[in-house]
Nanobody, 123 residues
Framework: QVQLVESGGGLVQAAGSLRLSCAAS????????MGWFRQVPGKEREFVAAISRSGSSTYYADSVKDRFTVSRDNAKNTVFLQINSLKPEDTAVYYC????????????????WGQGTQVTVSS
């Protein structure tokens, strides 16, 4: 089992920035590729970014790749999502997840999930 806990969400004005964190515990963190997804009510969970086990490779949804940066610190069992130039359409609950494969953009392929952190962007 891998336990994931996201943090760093909140209310921010458009054009601002946020850094989301996801702390992992349980099984060896570096054995898993990590992903970030987001979801708004009534819509399917949307892939945002993924990072390989070592952190040497990243993969982004086209819609965010110019503004989002995923990174990880395996020594601290933490993955990050830096979000710049926030837009109101970025408002969602953001989830981190762990997968055995990379890159994976399909949420059903992820094995473990955090509880999510709310990001709200005001215009």
């Amino acid at each position: 089992q891998v336990q994931l806990v996201e943090s760093g969400g909140g209310l921010v004005q458009a054009a601002g920035s946020l850094r989301l964190s996801c702390a992992a515990s349980g099984r060896t963190f570096s054995n898993y590729a990590m992903g970030w997804f987001r979801q708004v009510p009534g819509k399917e969970r949307e892939f945002v970014a993924a990072i390989s086990r070592s952190g040497s490779s990243t993969y982004y949804a086209d819609s965010v790749k110019d503004r989002f940066t995923v990174s990880r610190d395996n020594a601290k069992n933490t993955v990050f999502l830096q979000i710049n130039s926030l837009k109101p359409e970025d408002t969602a609950v953001y989830y981190c997840a762990a997968a055995s494969f990379f890159p994976v953009a399909v949420y059903r392929r992820y094995d473990y999930w955090g509880q999510g952190t709310q990001v709200t962007v005001s215009s």
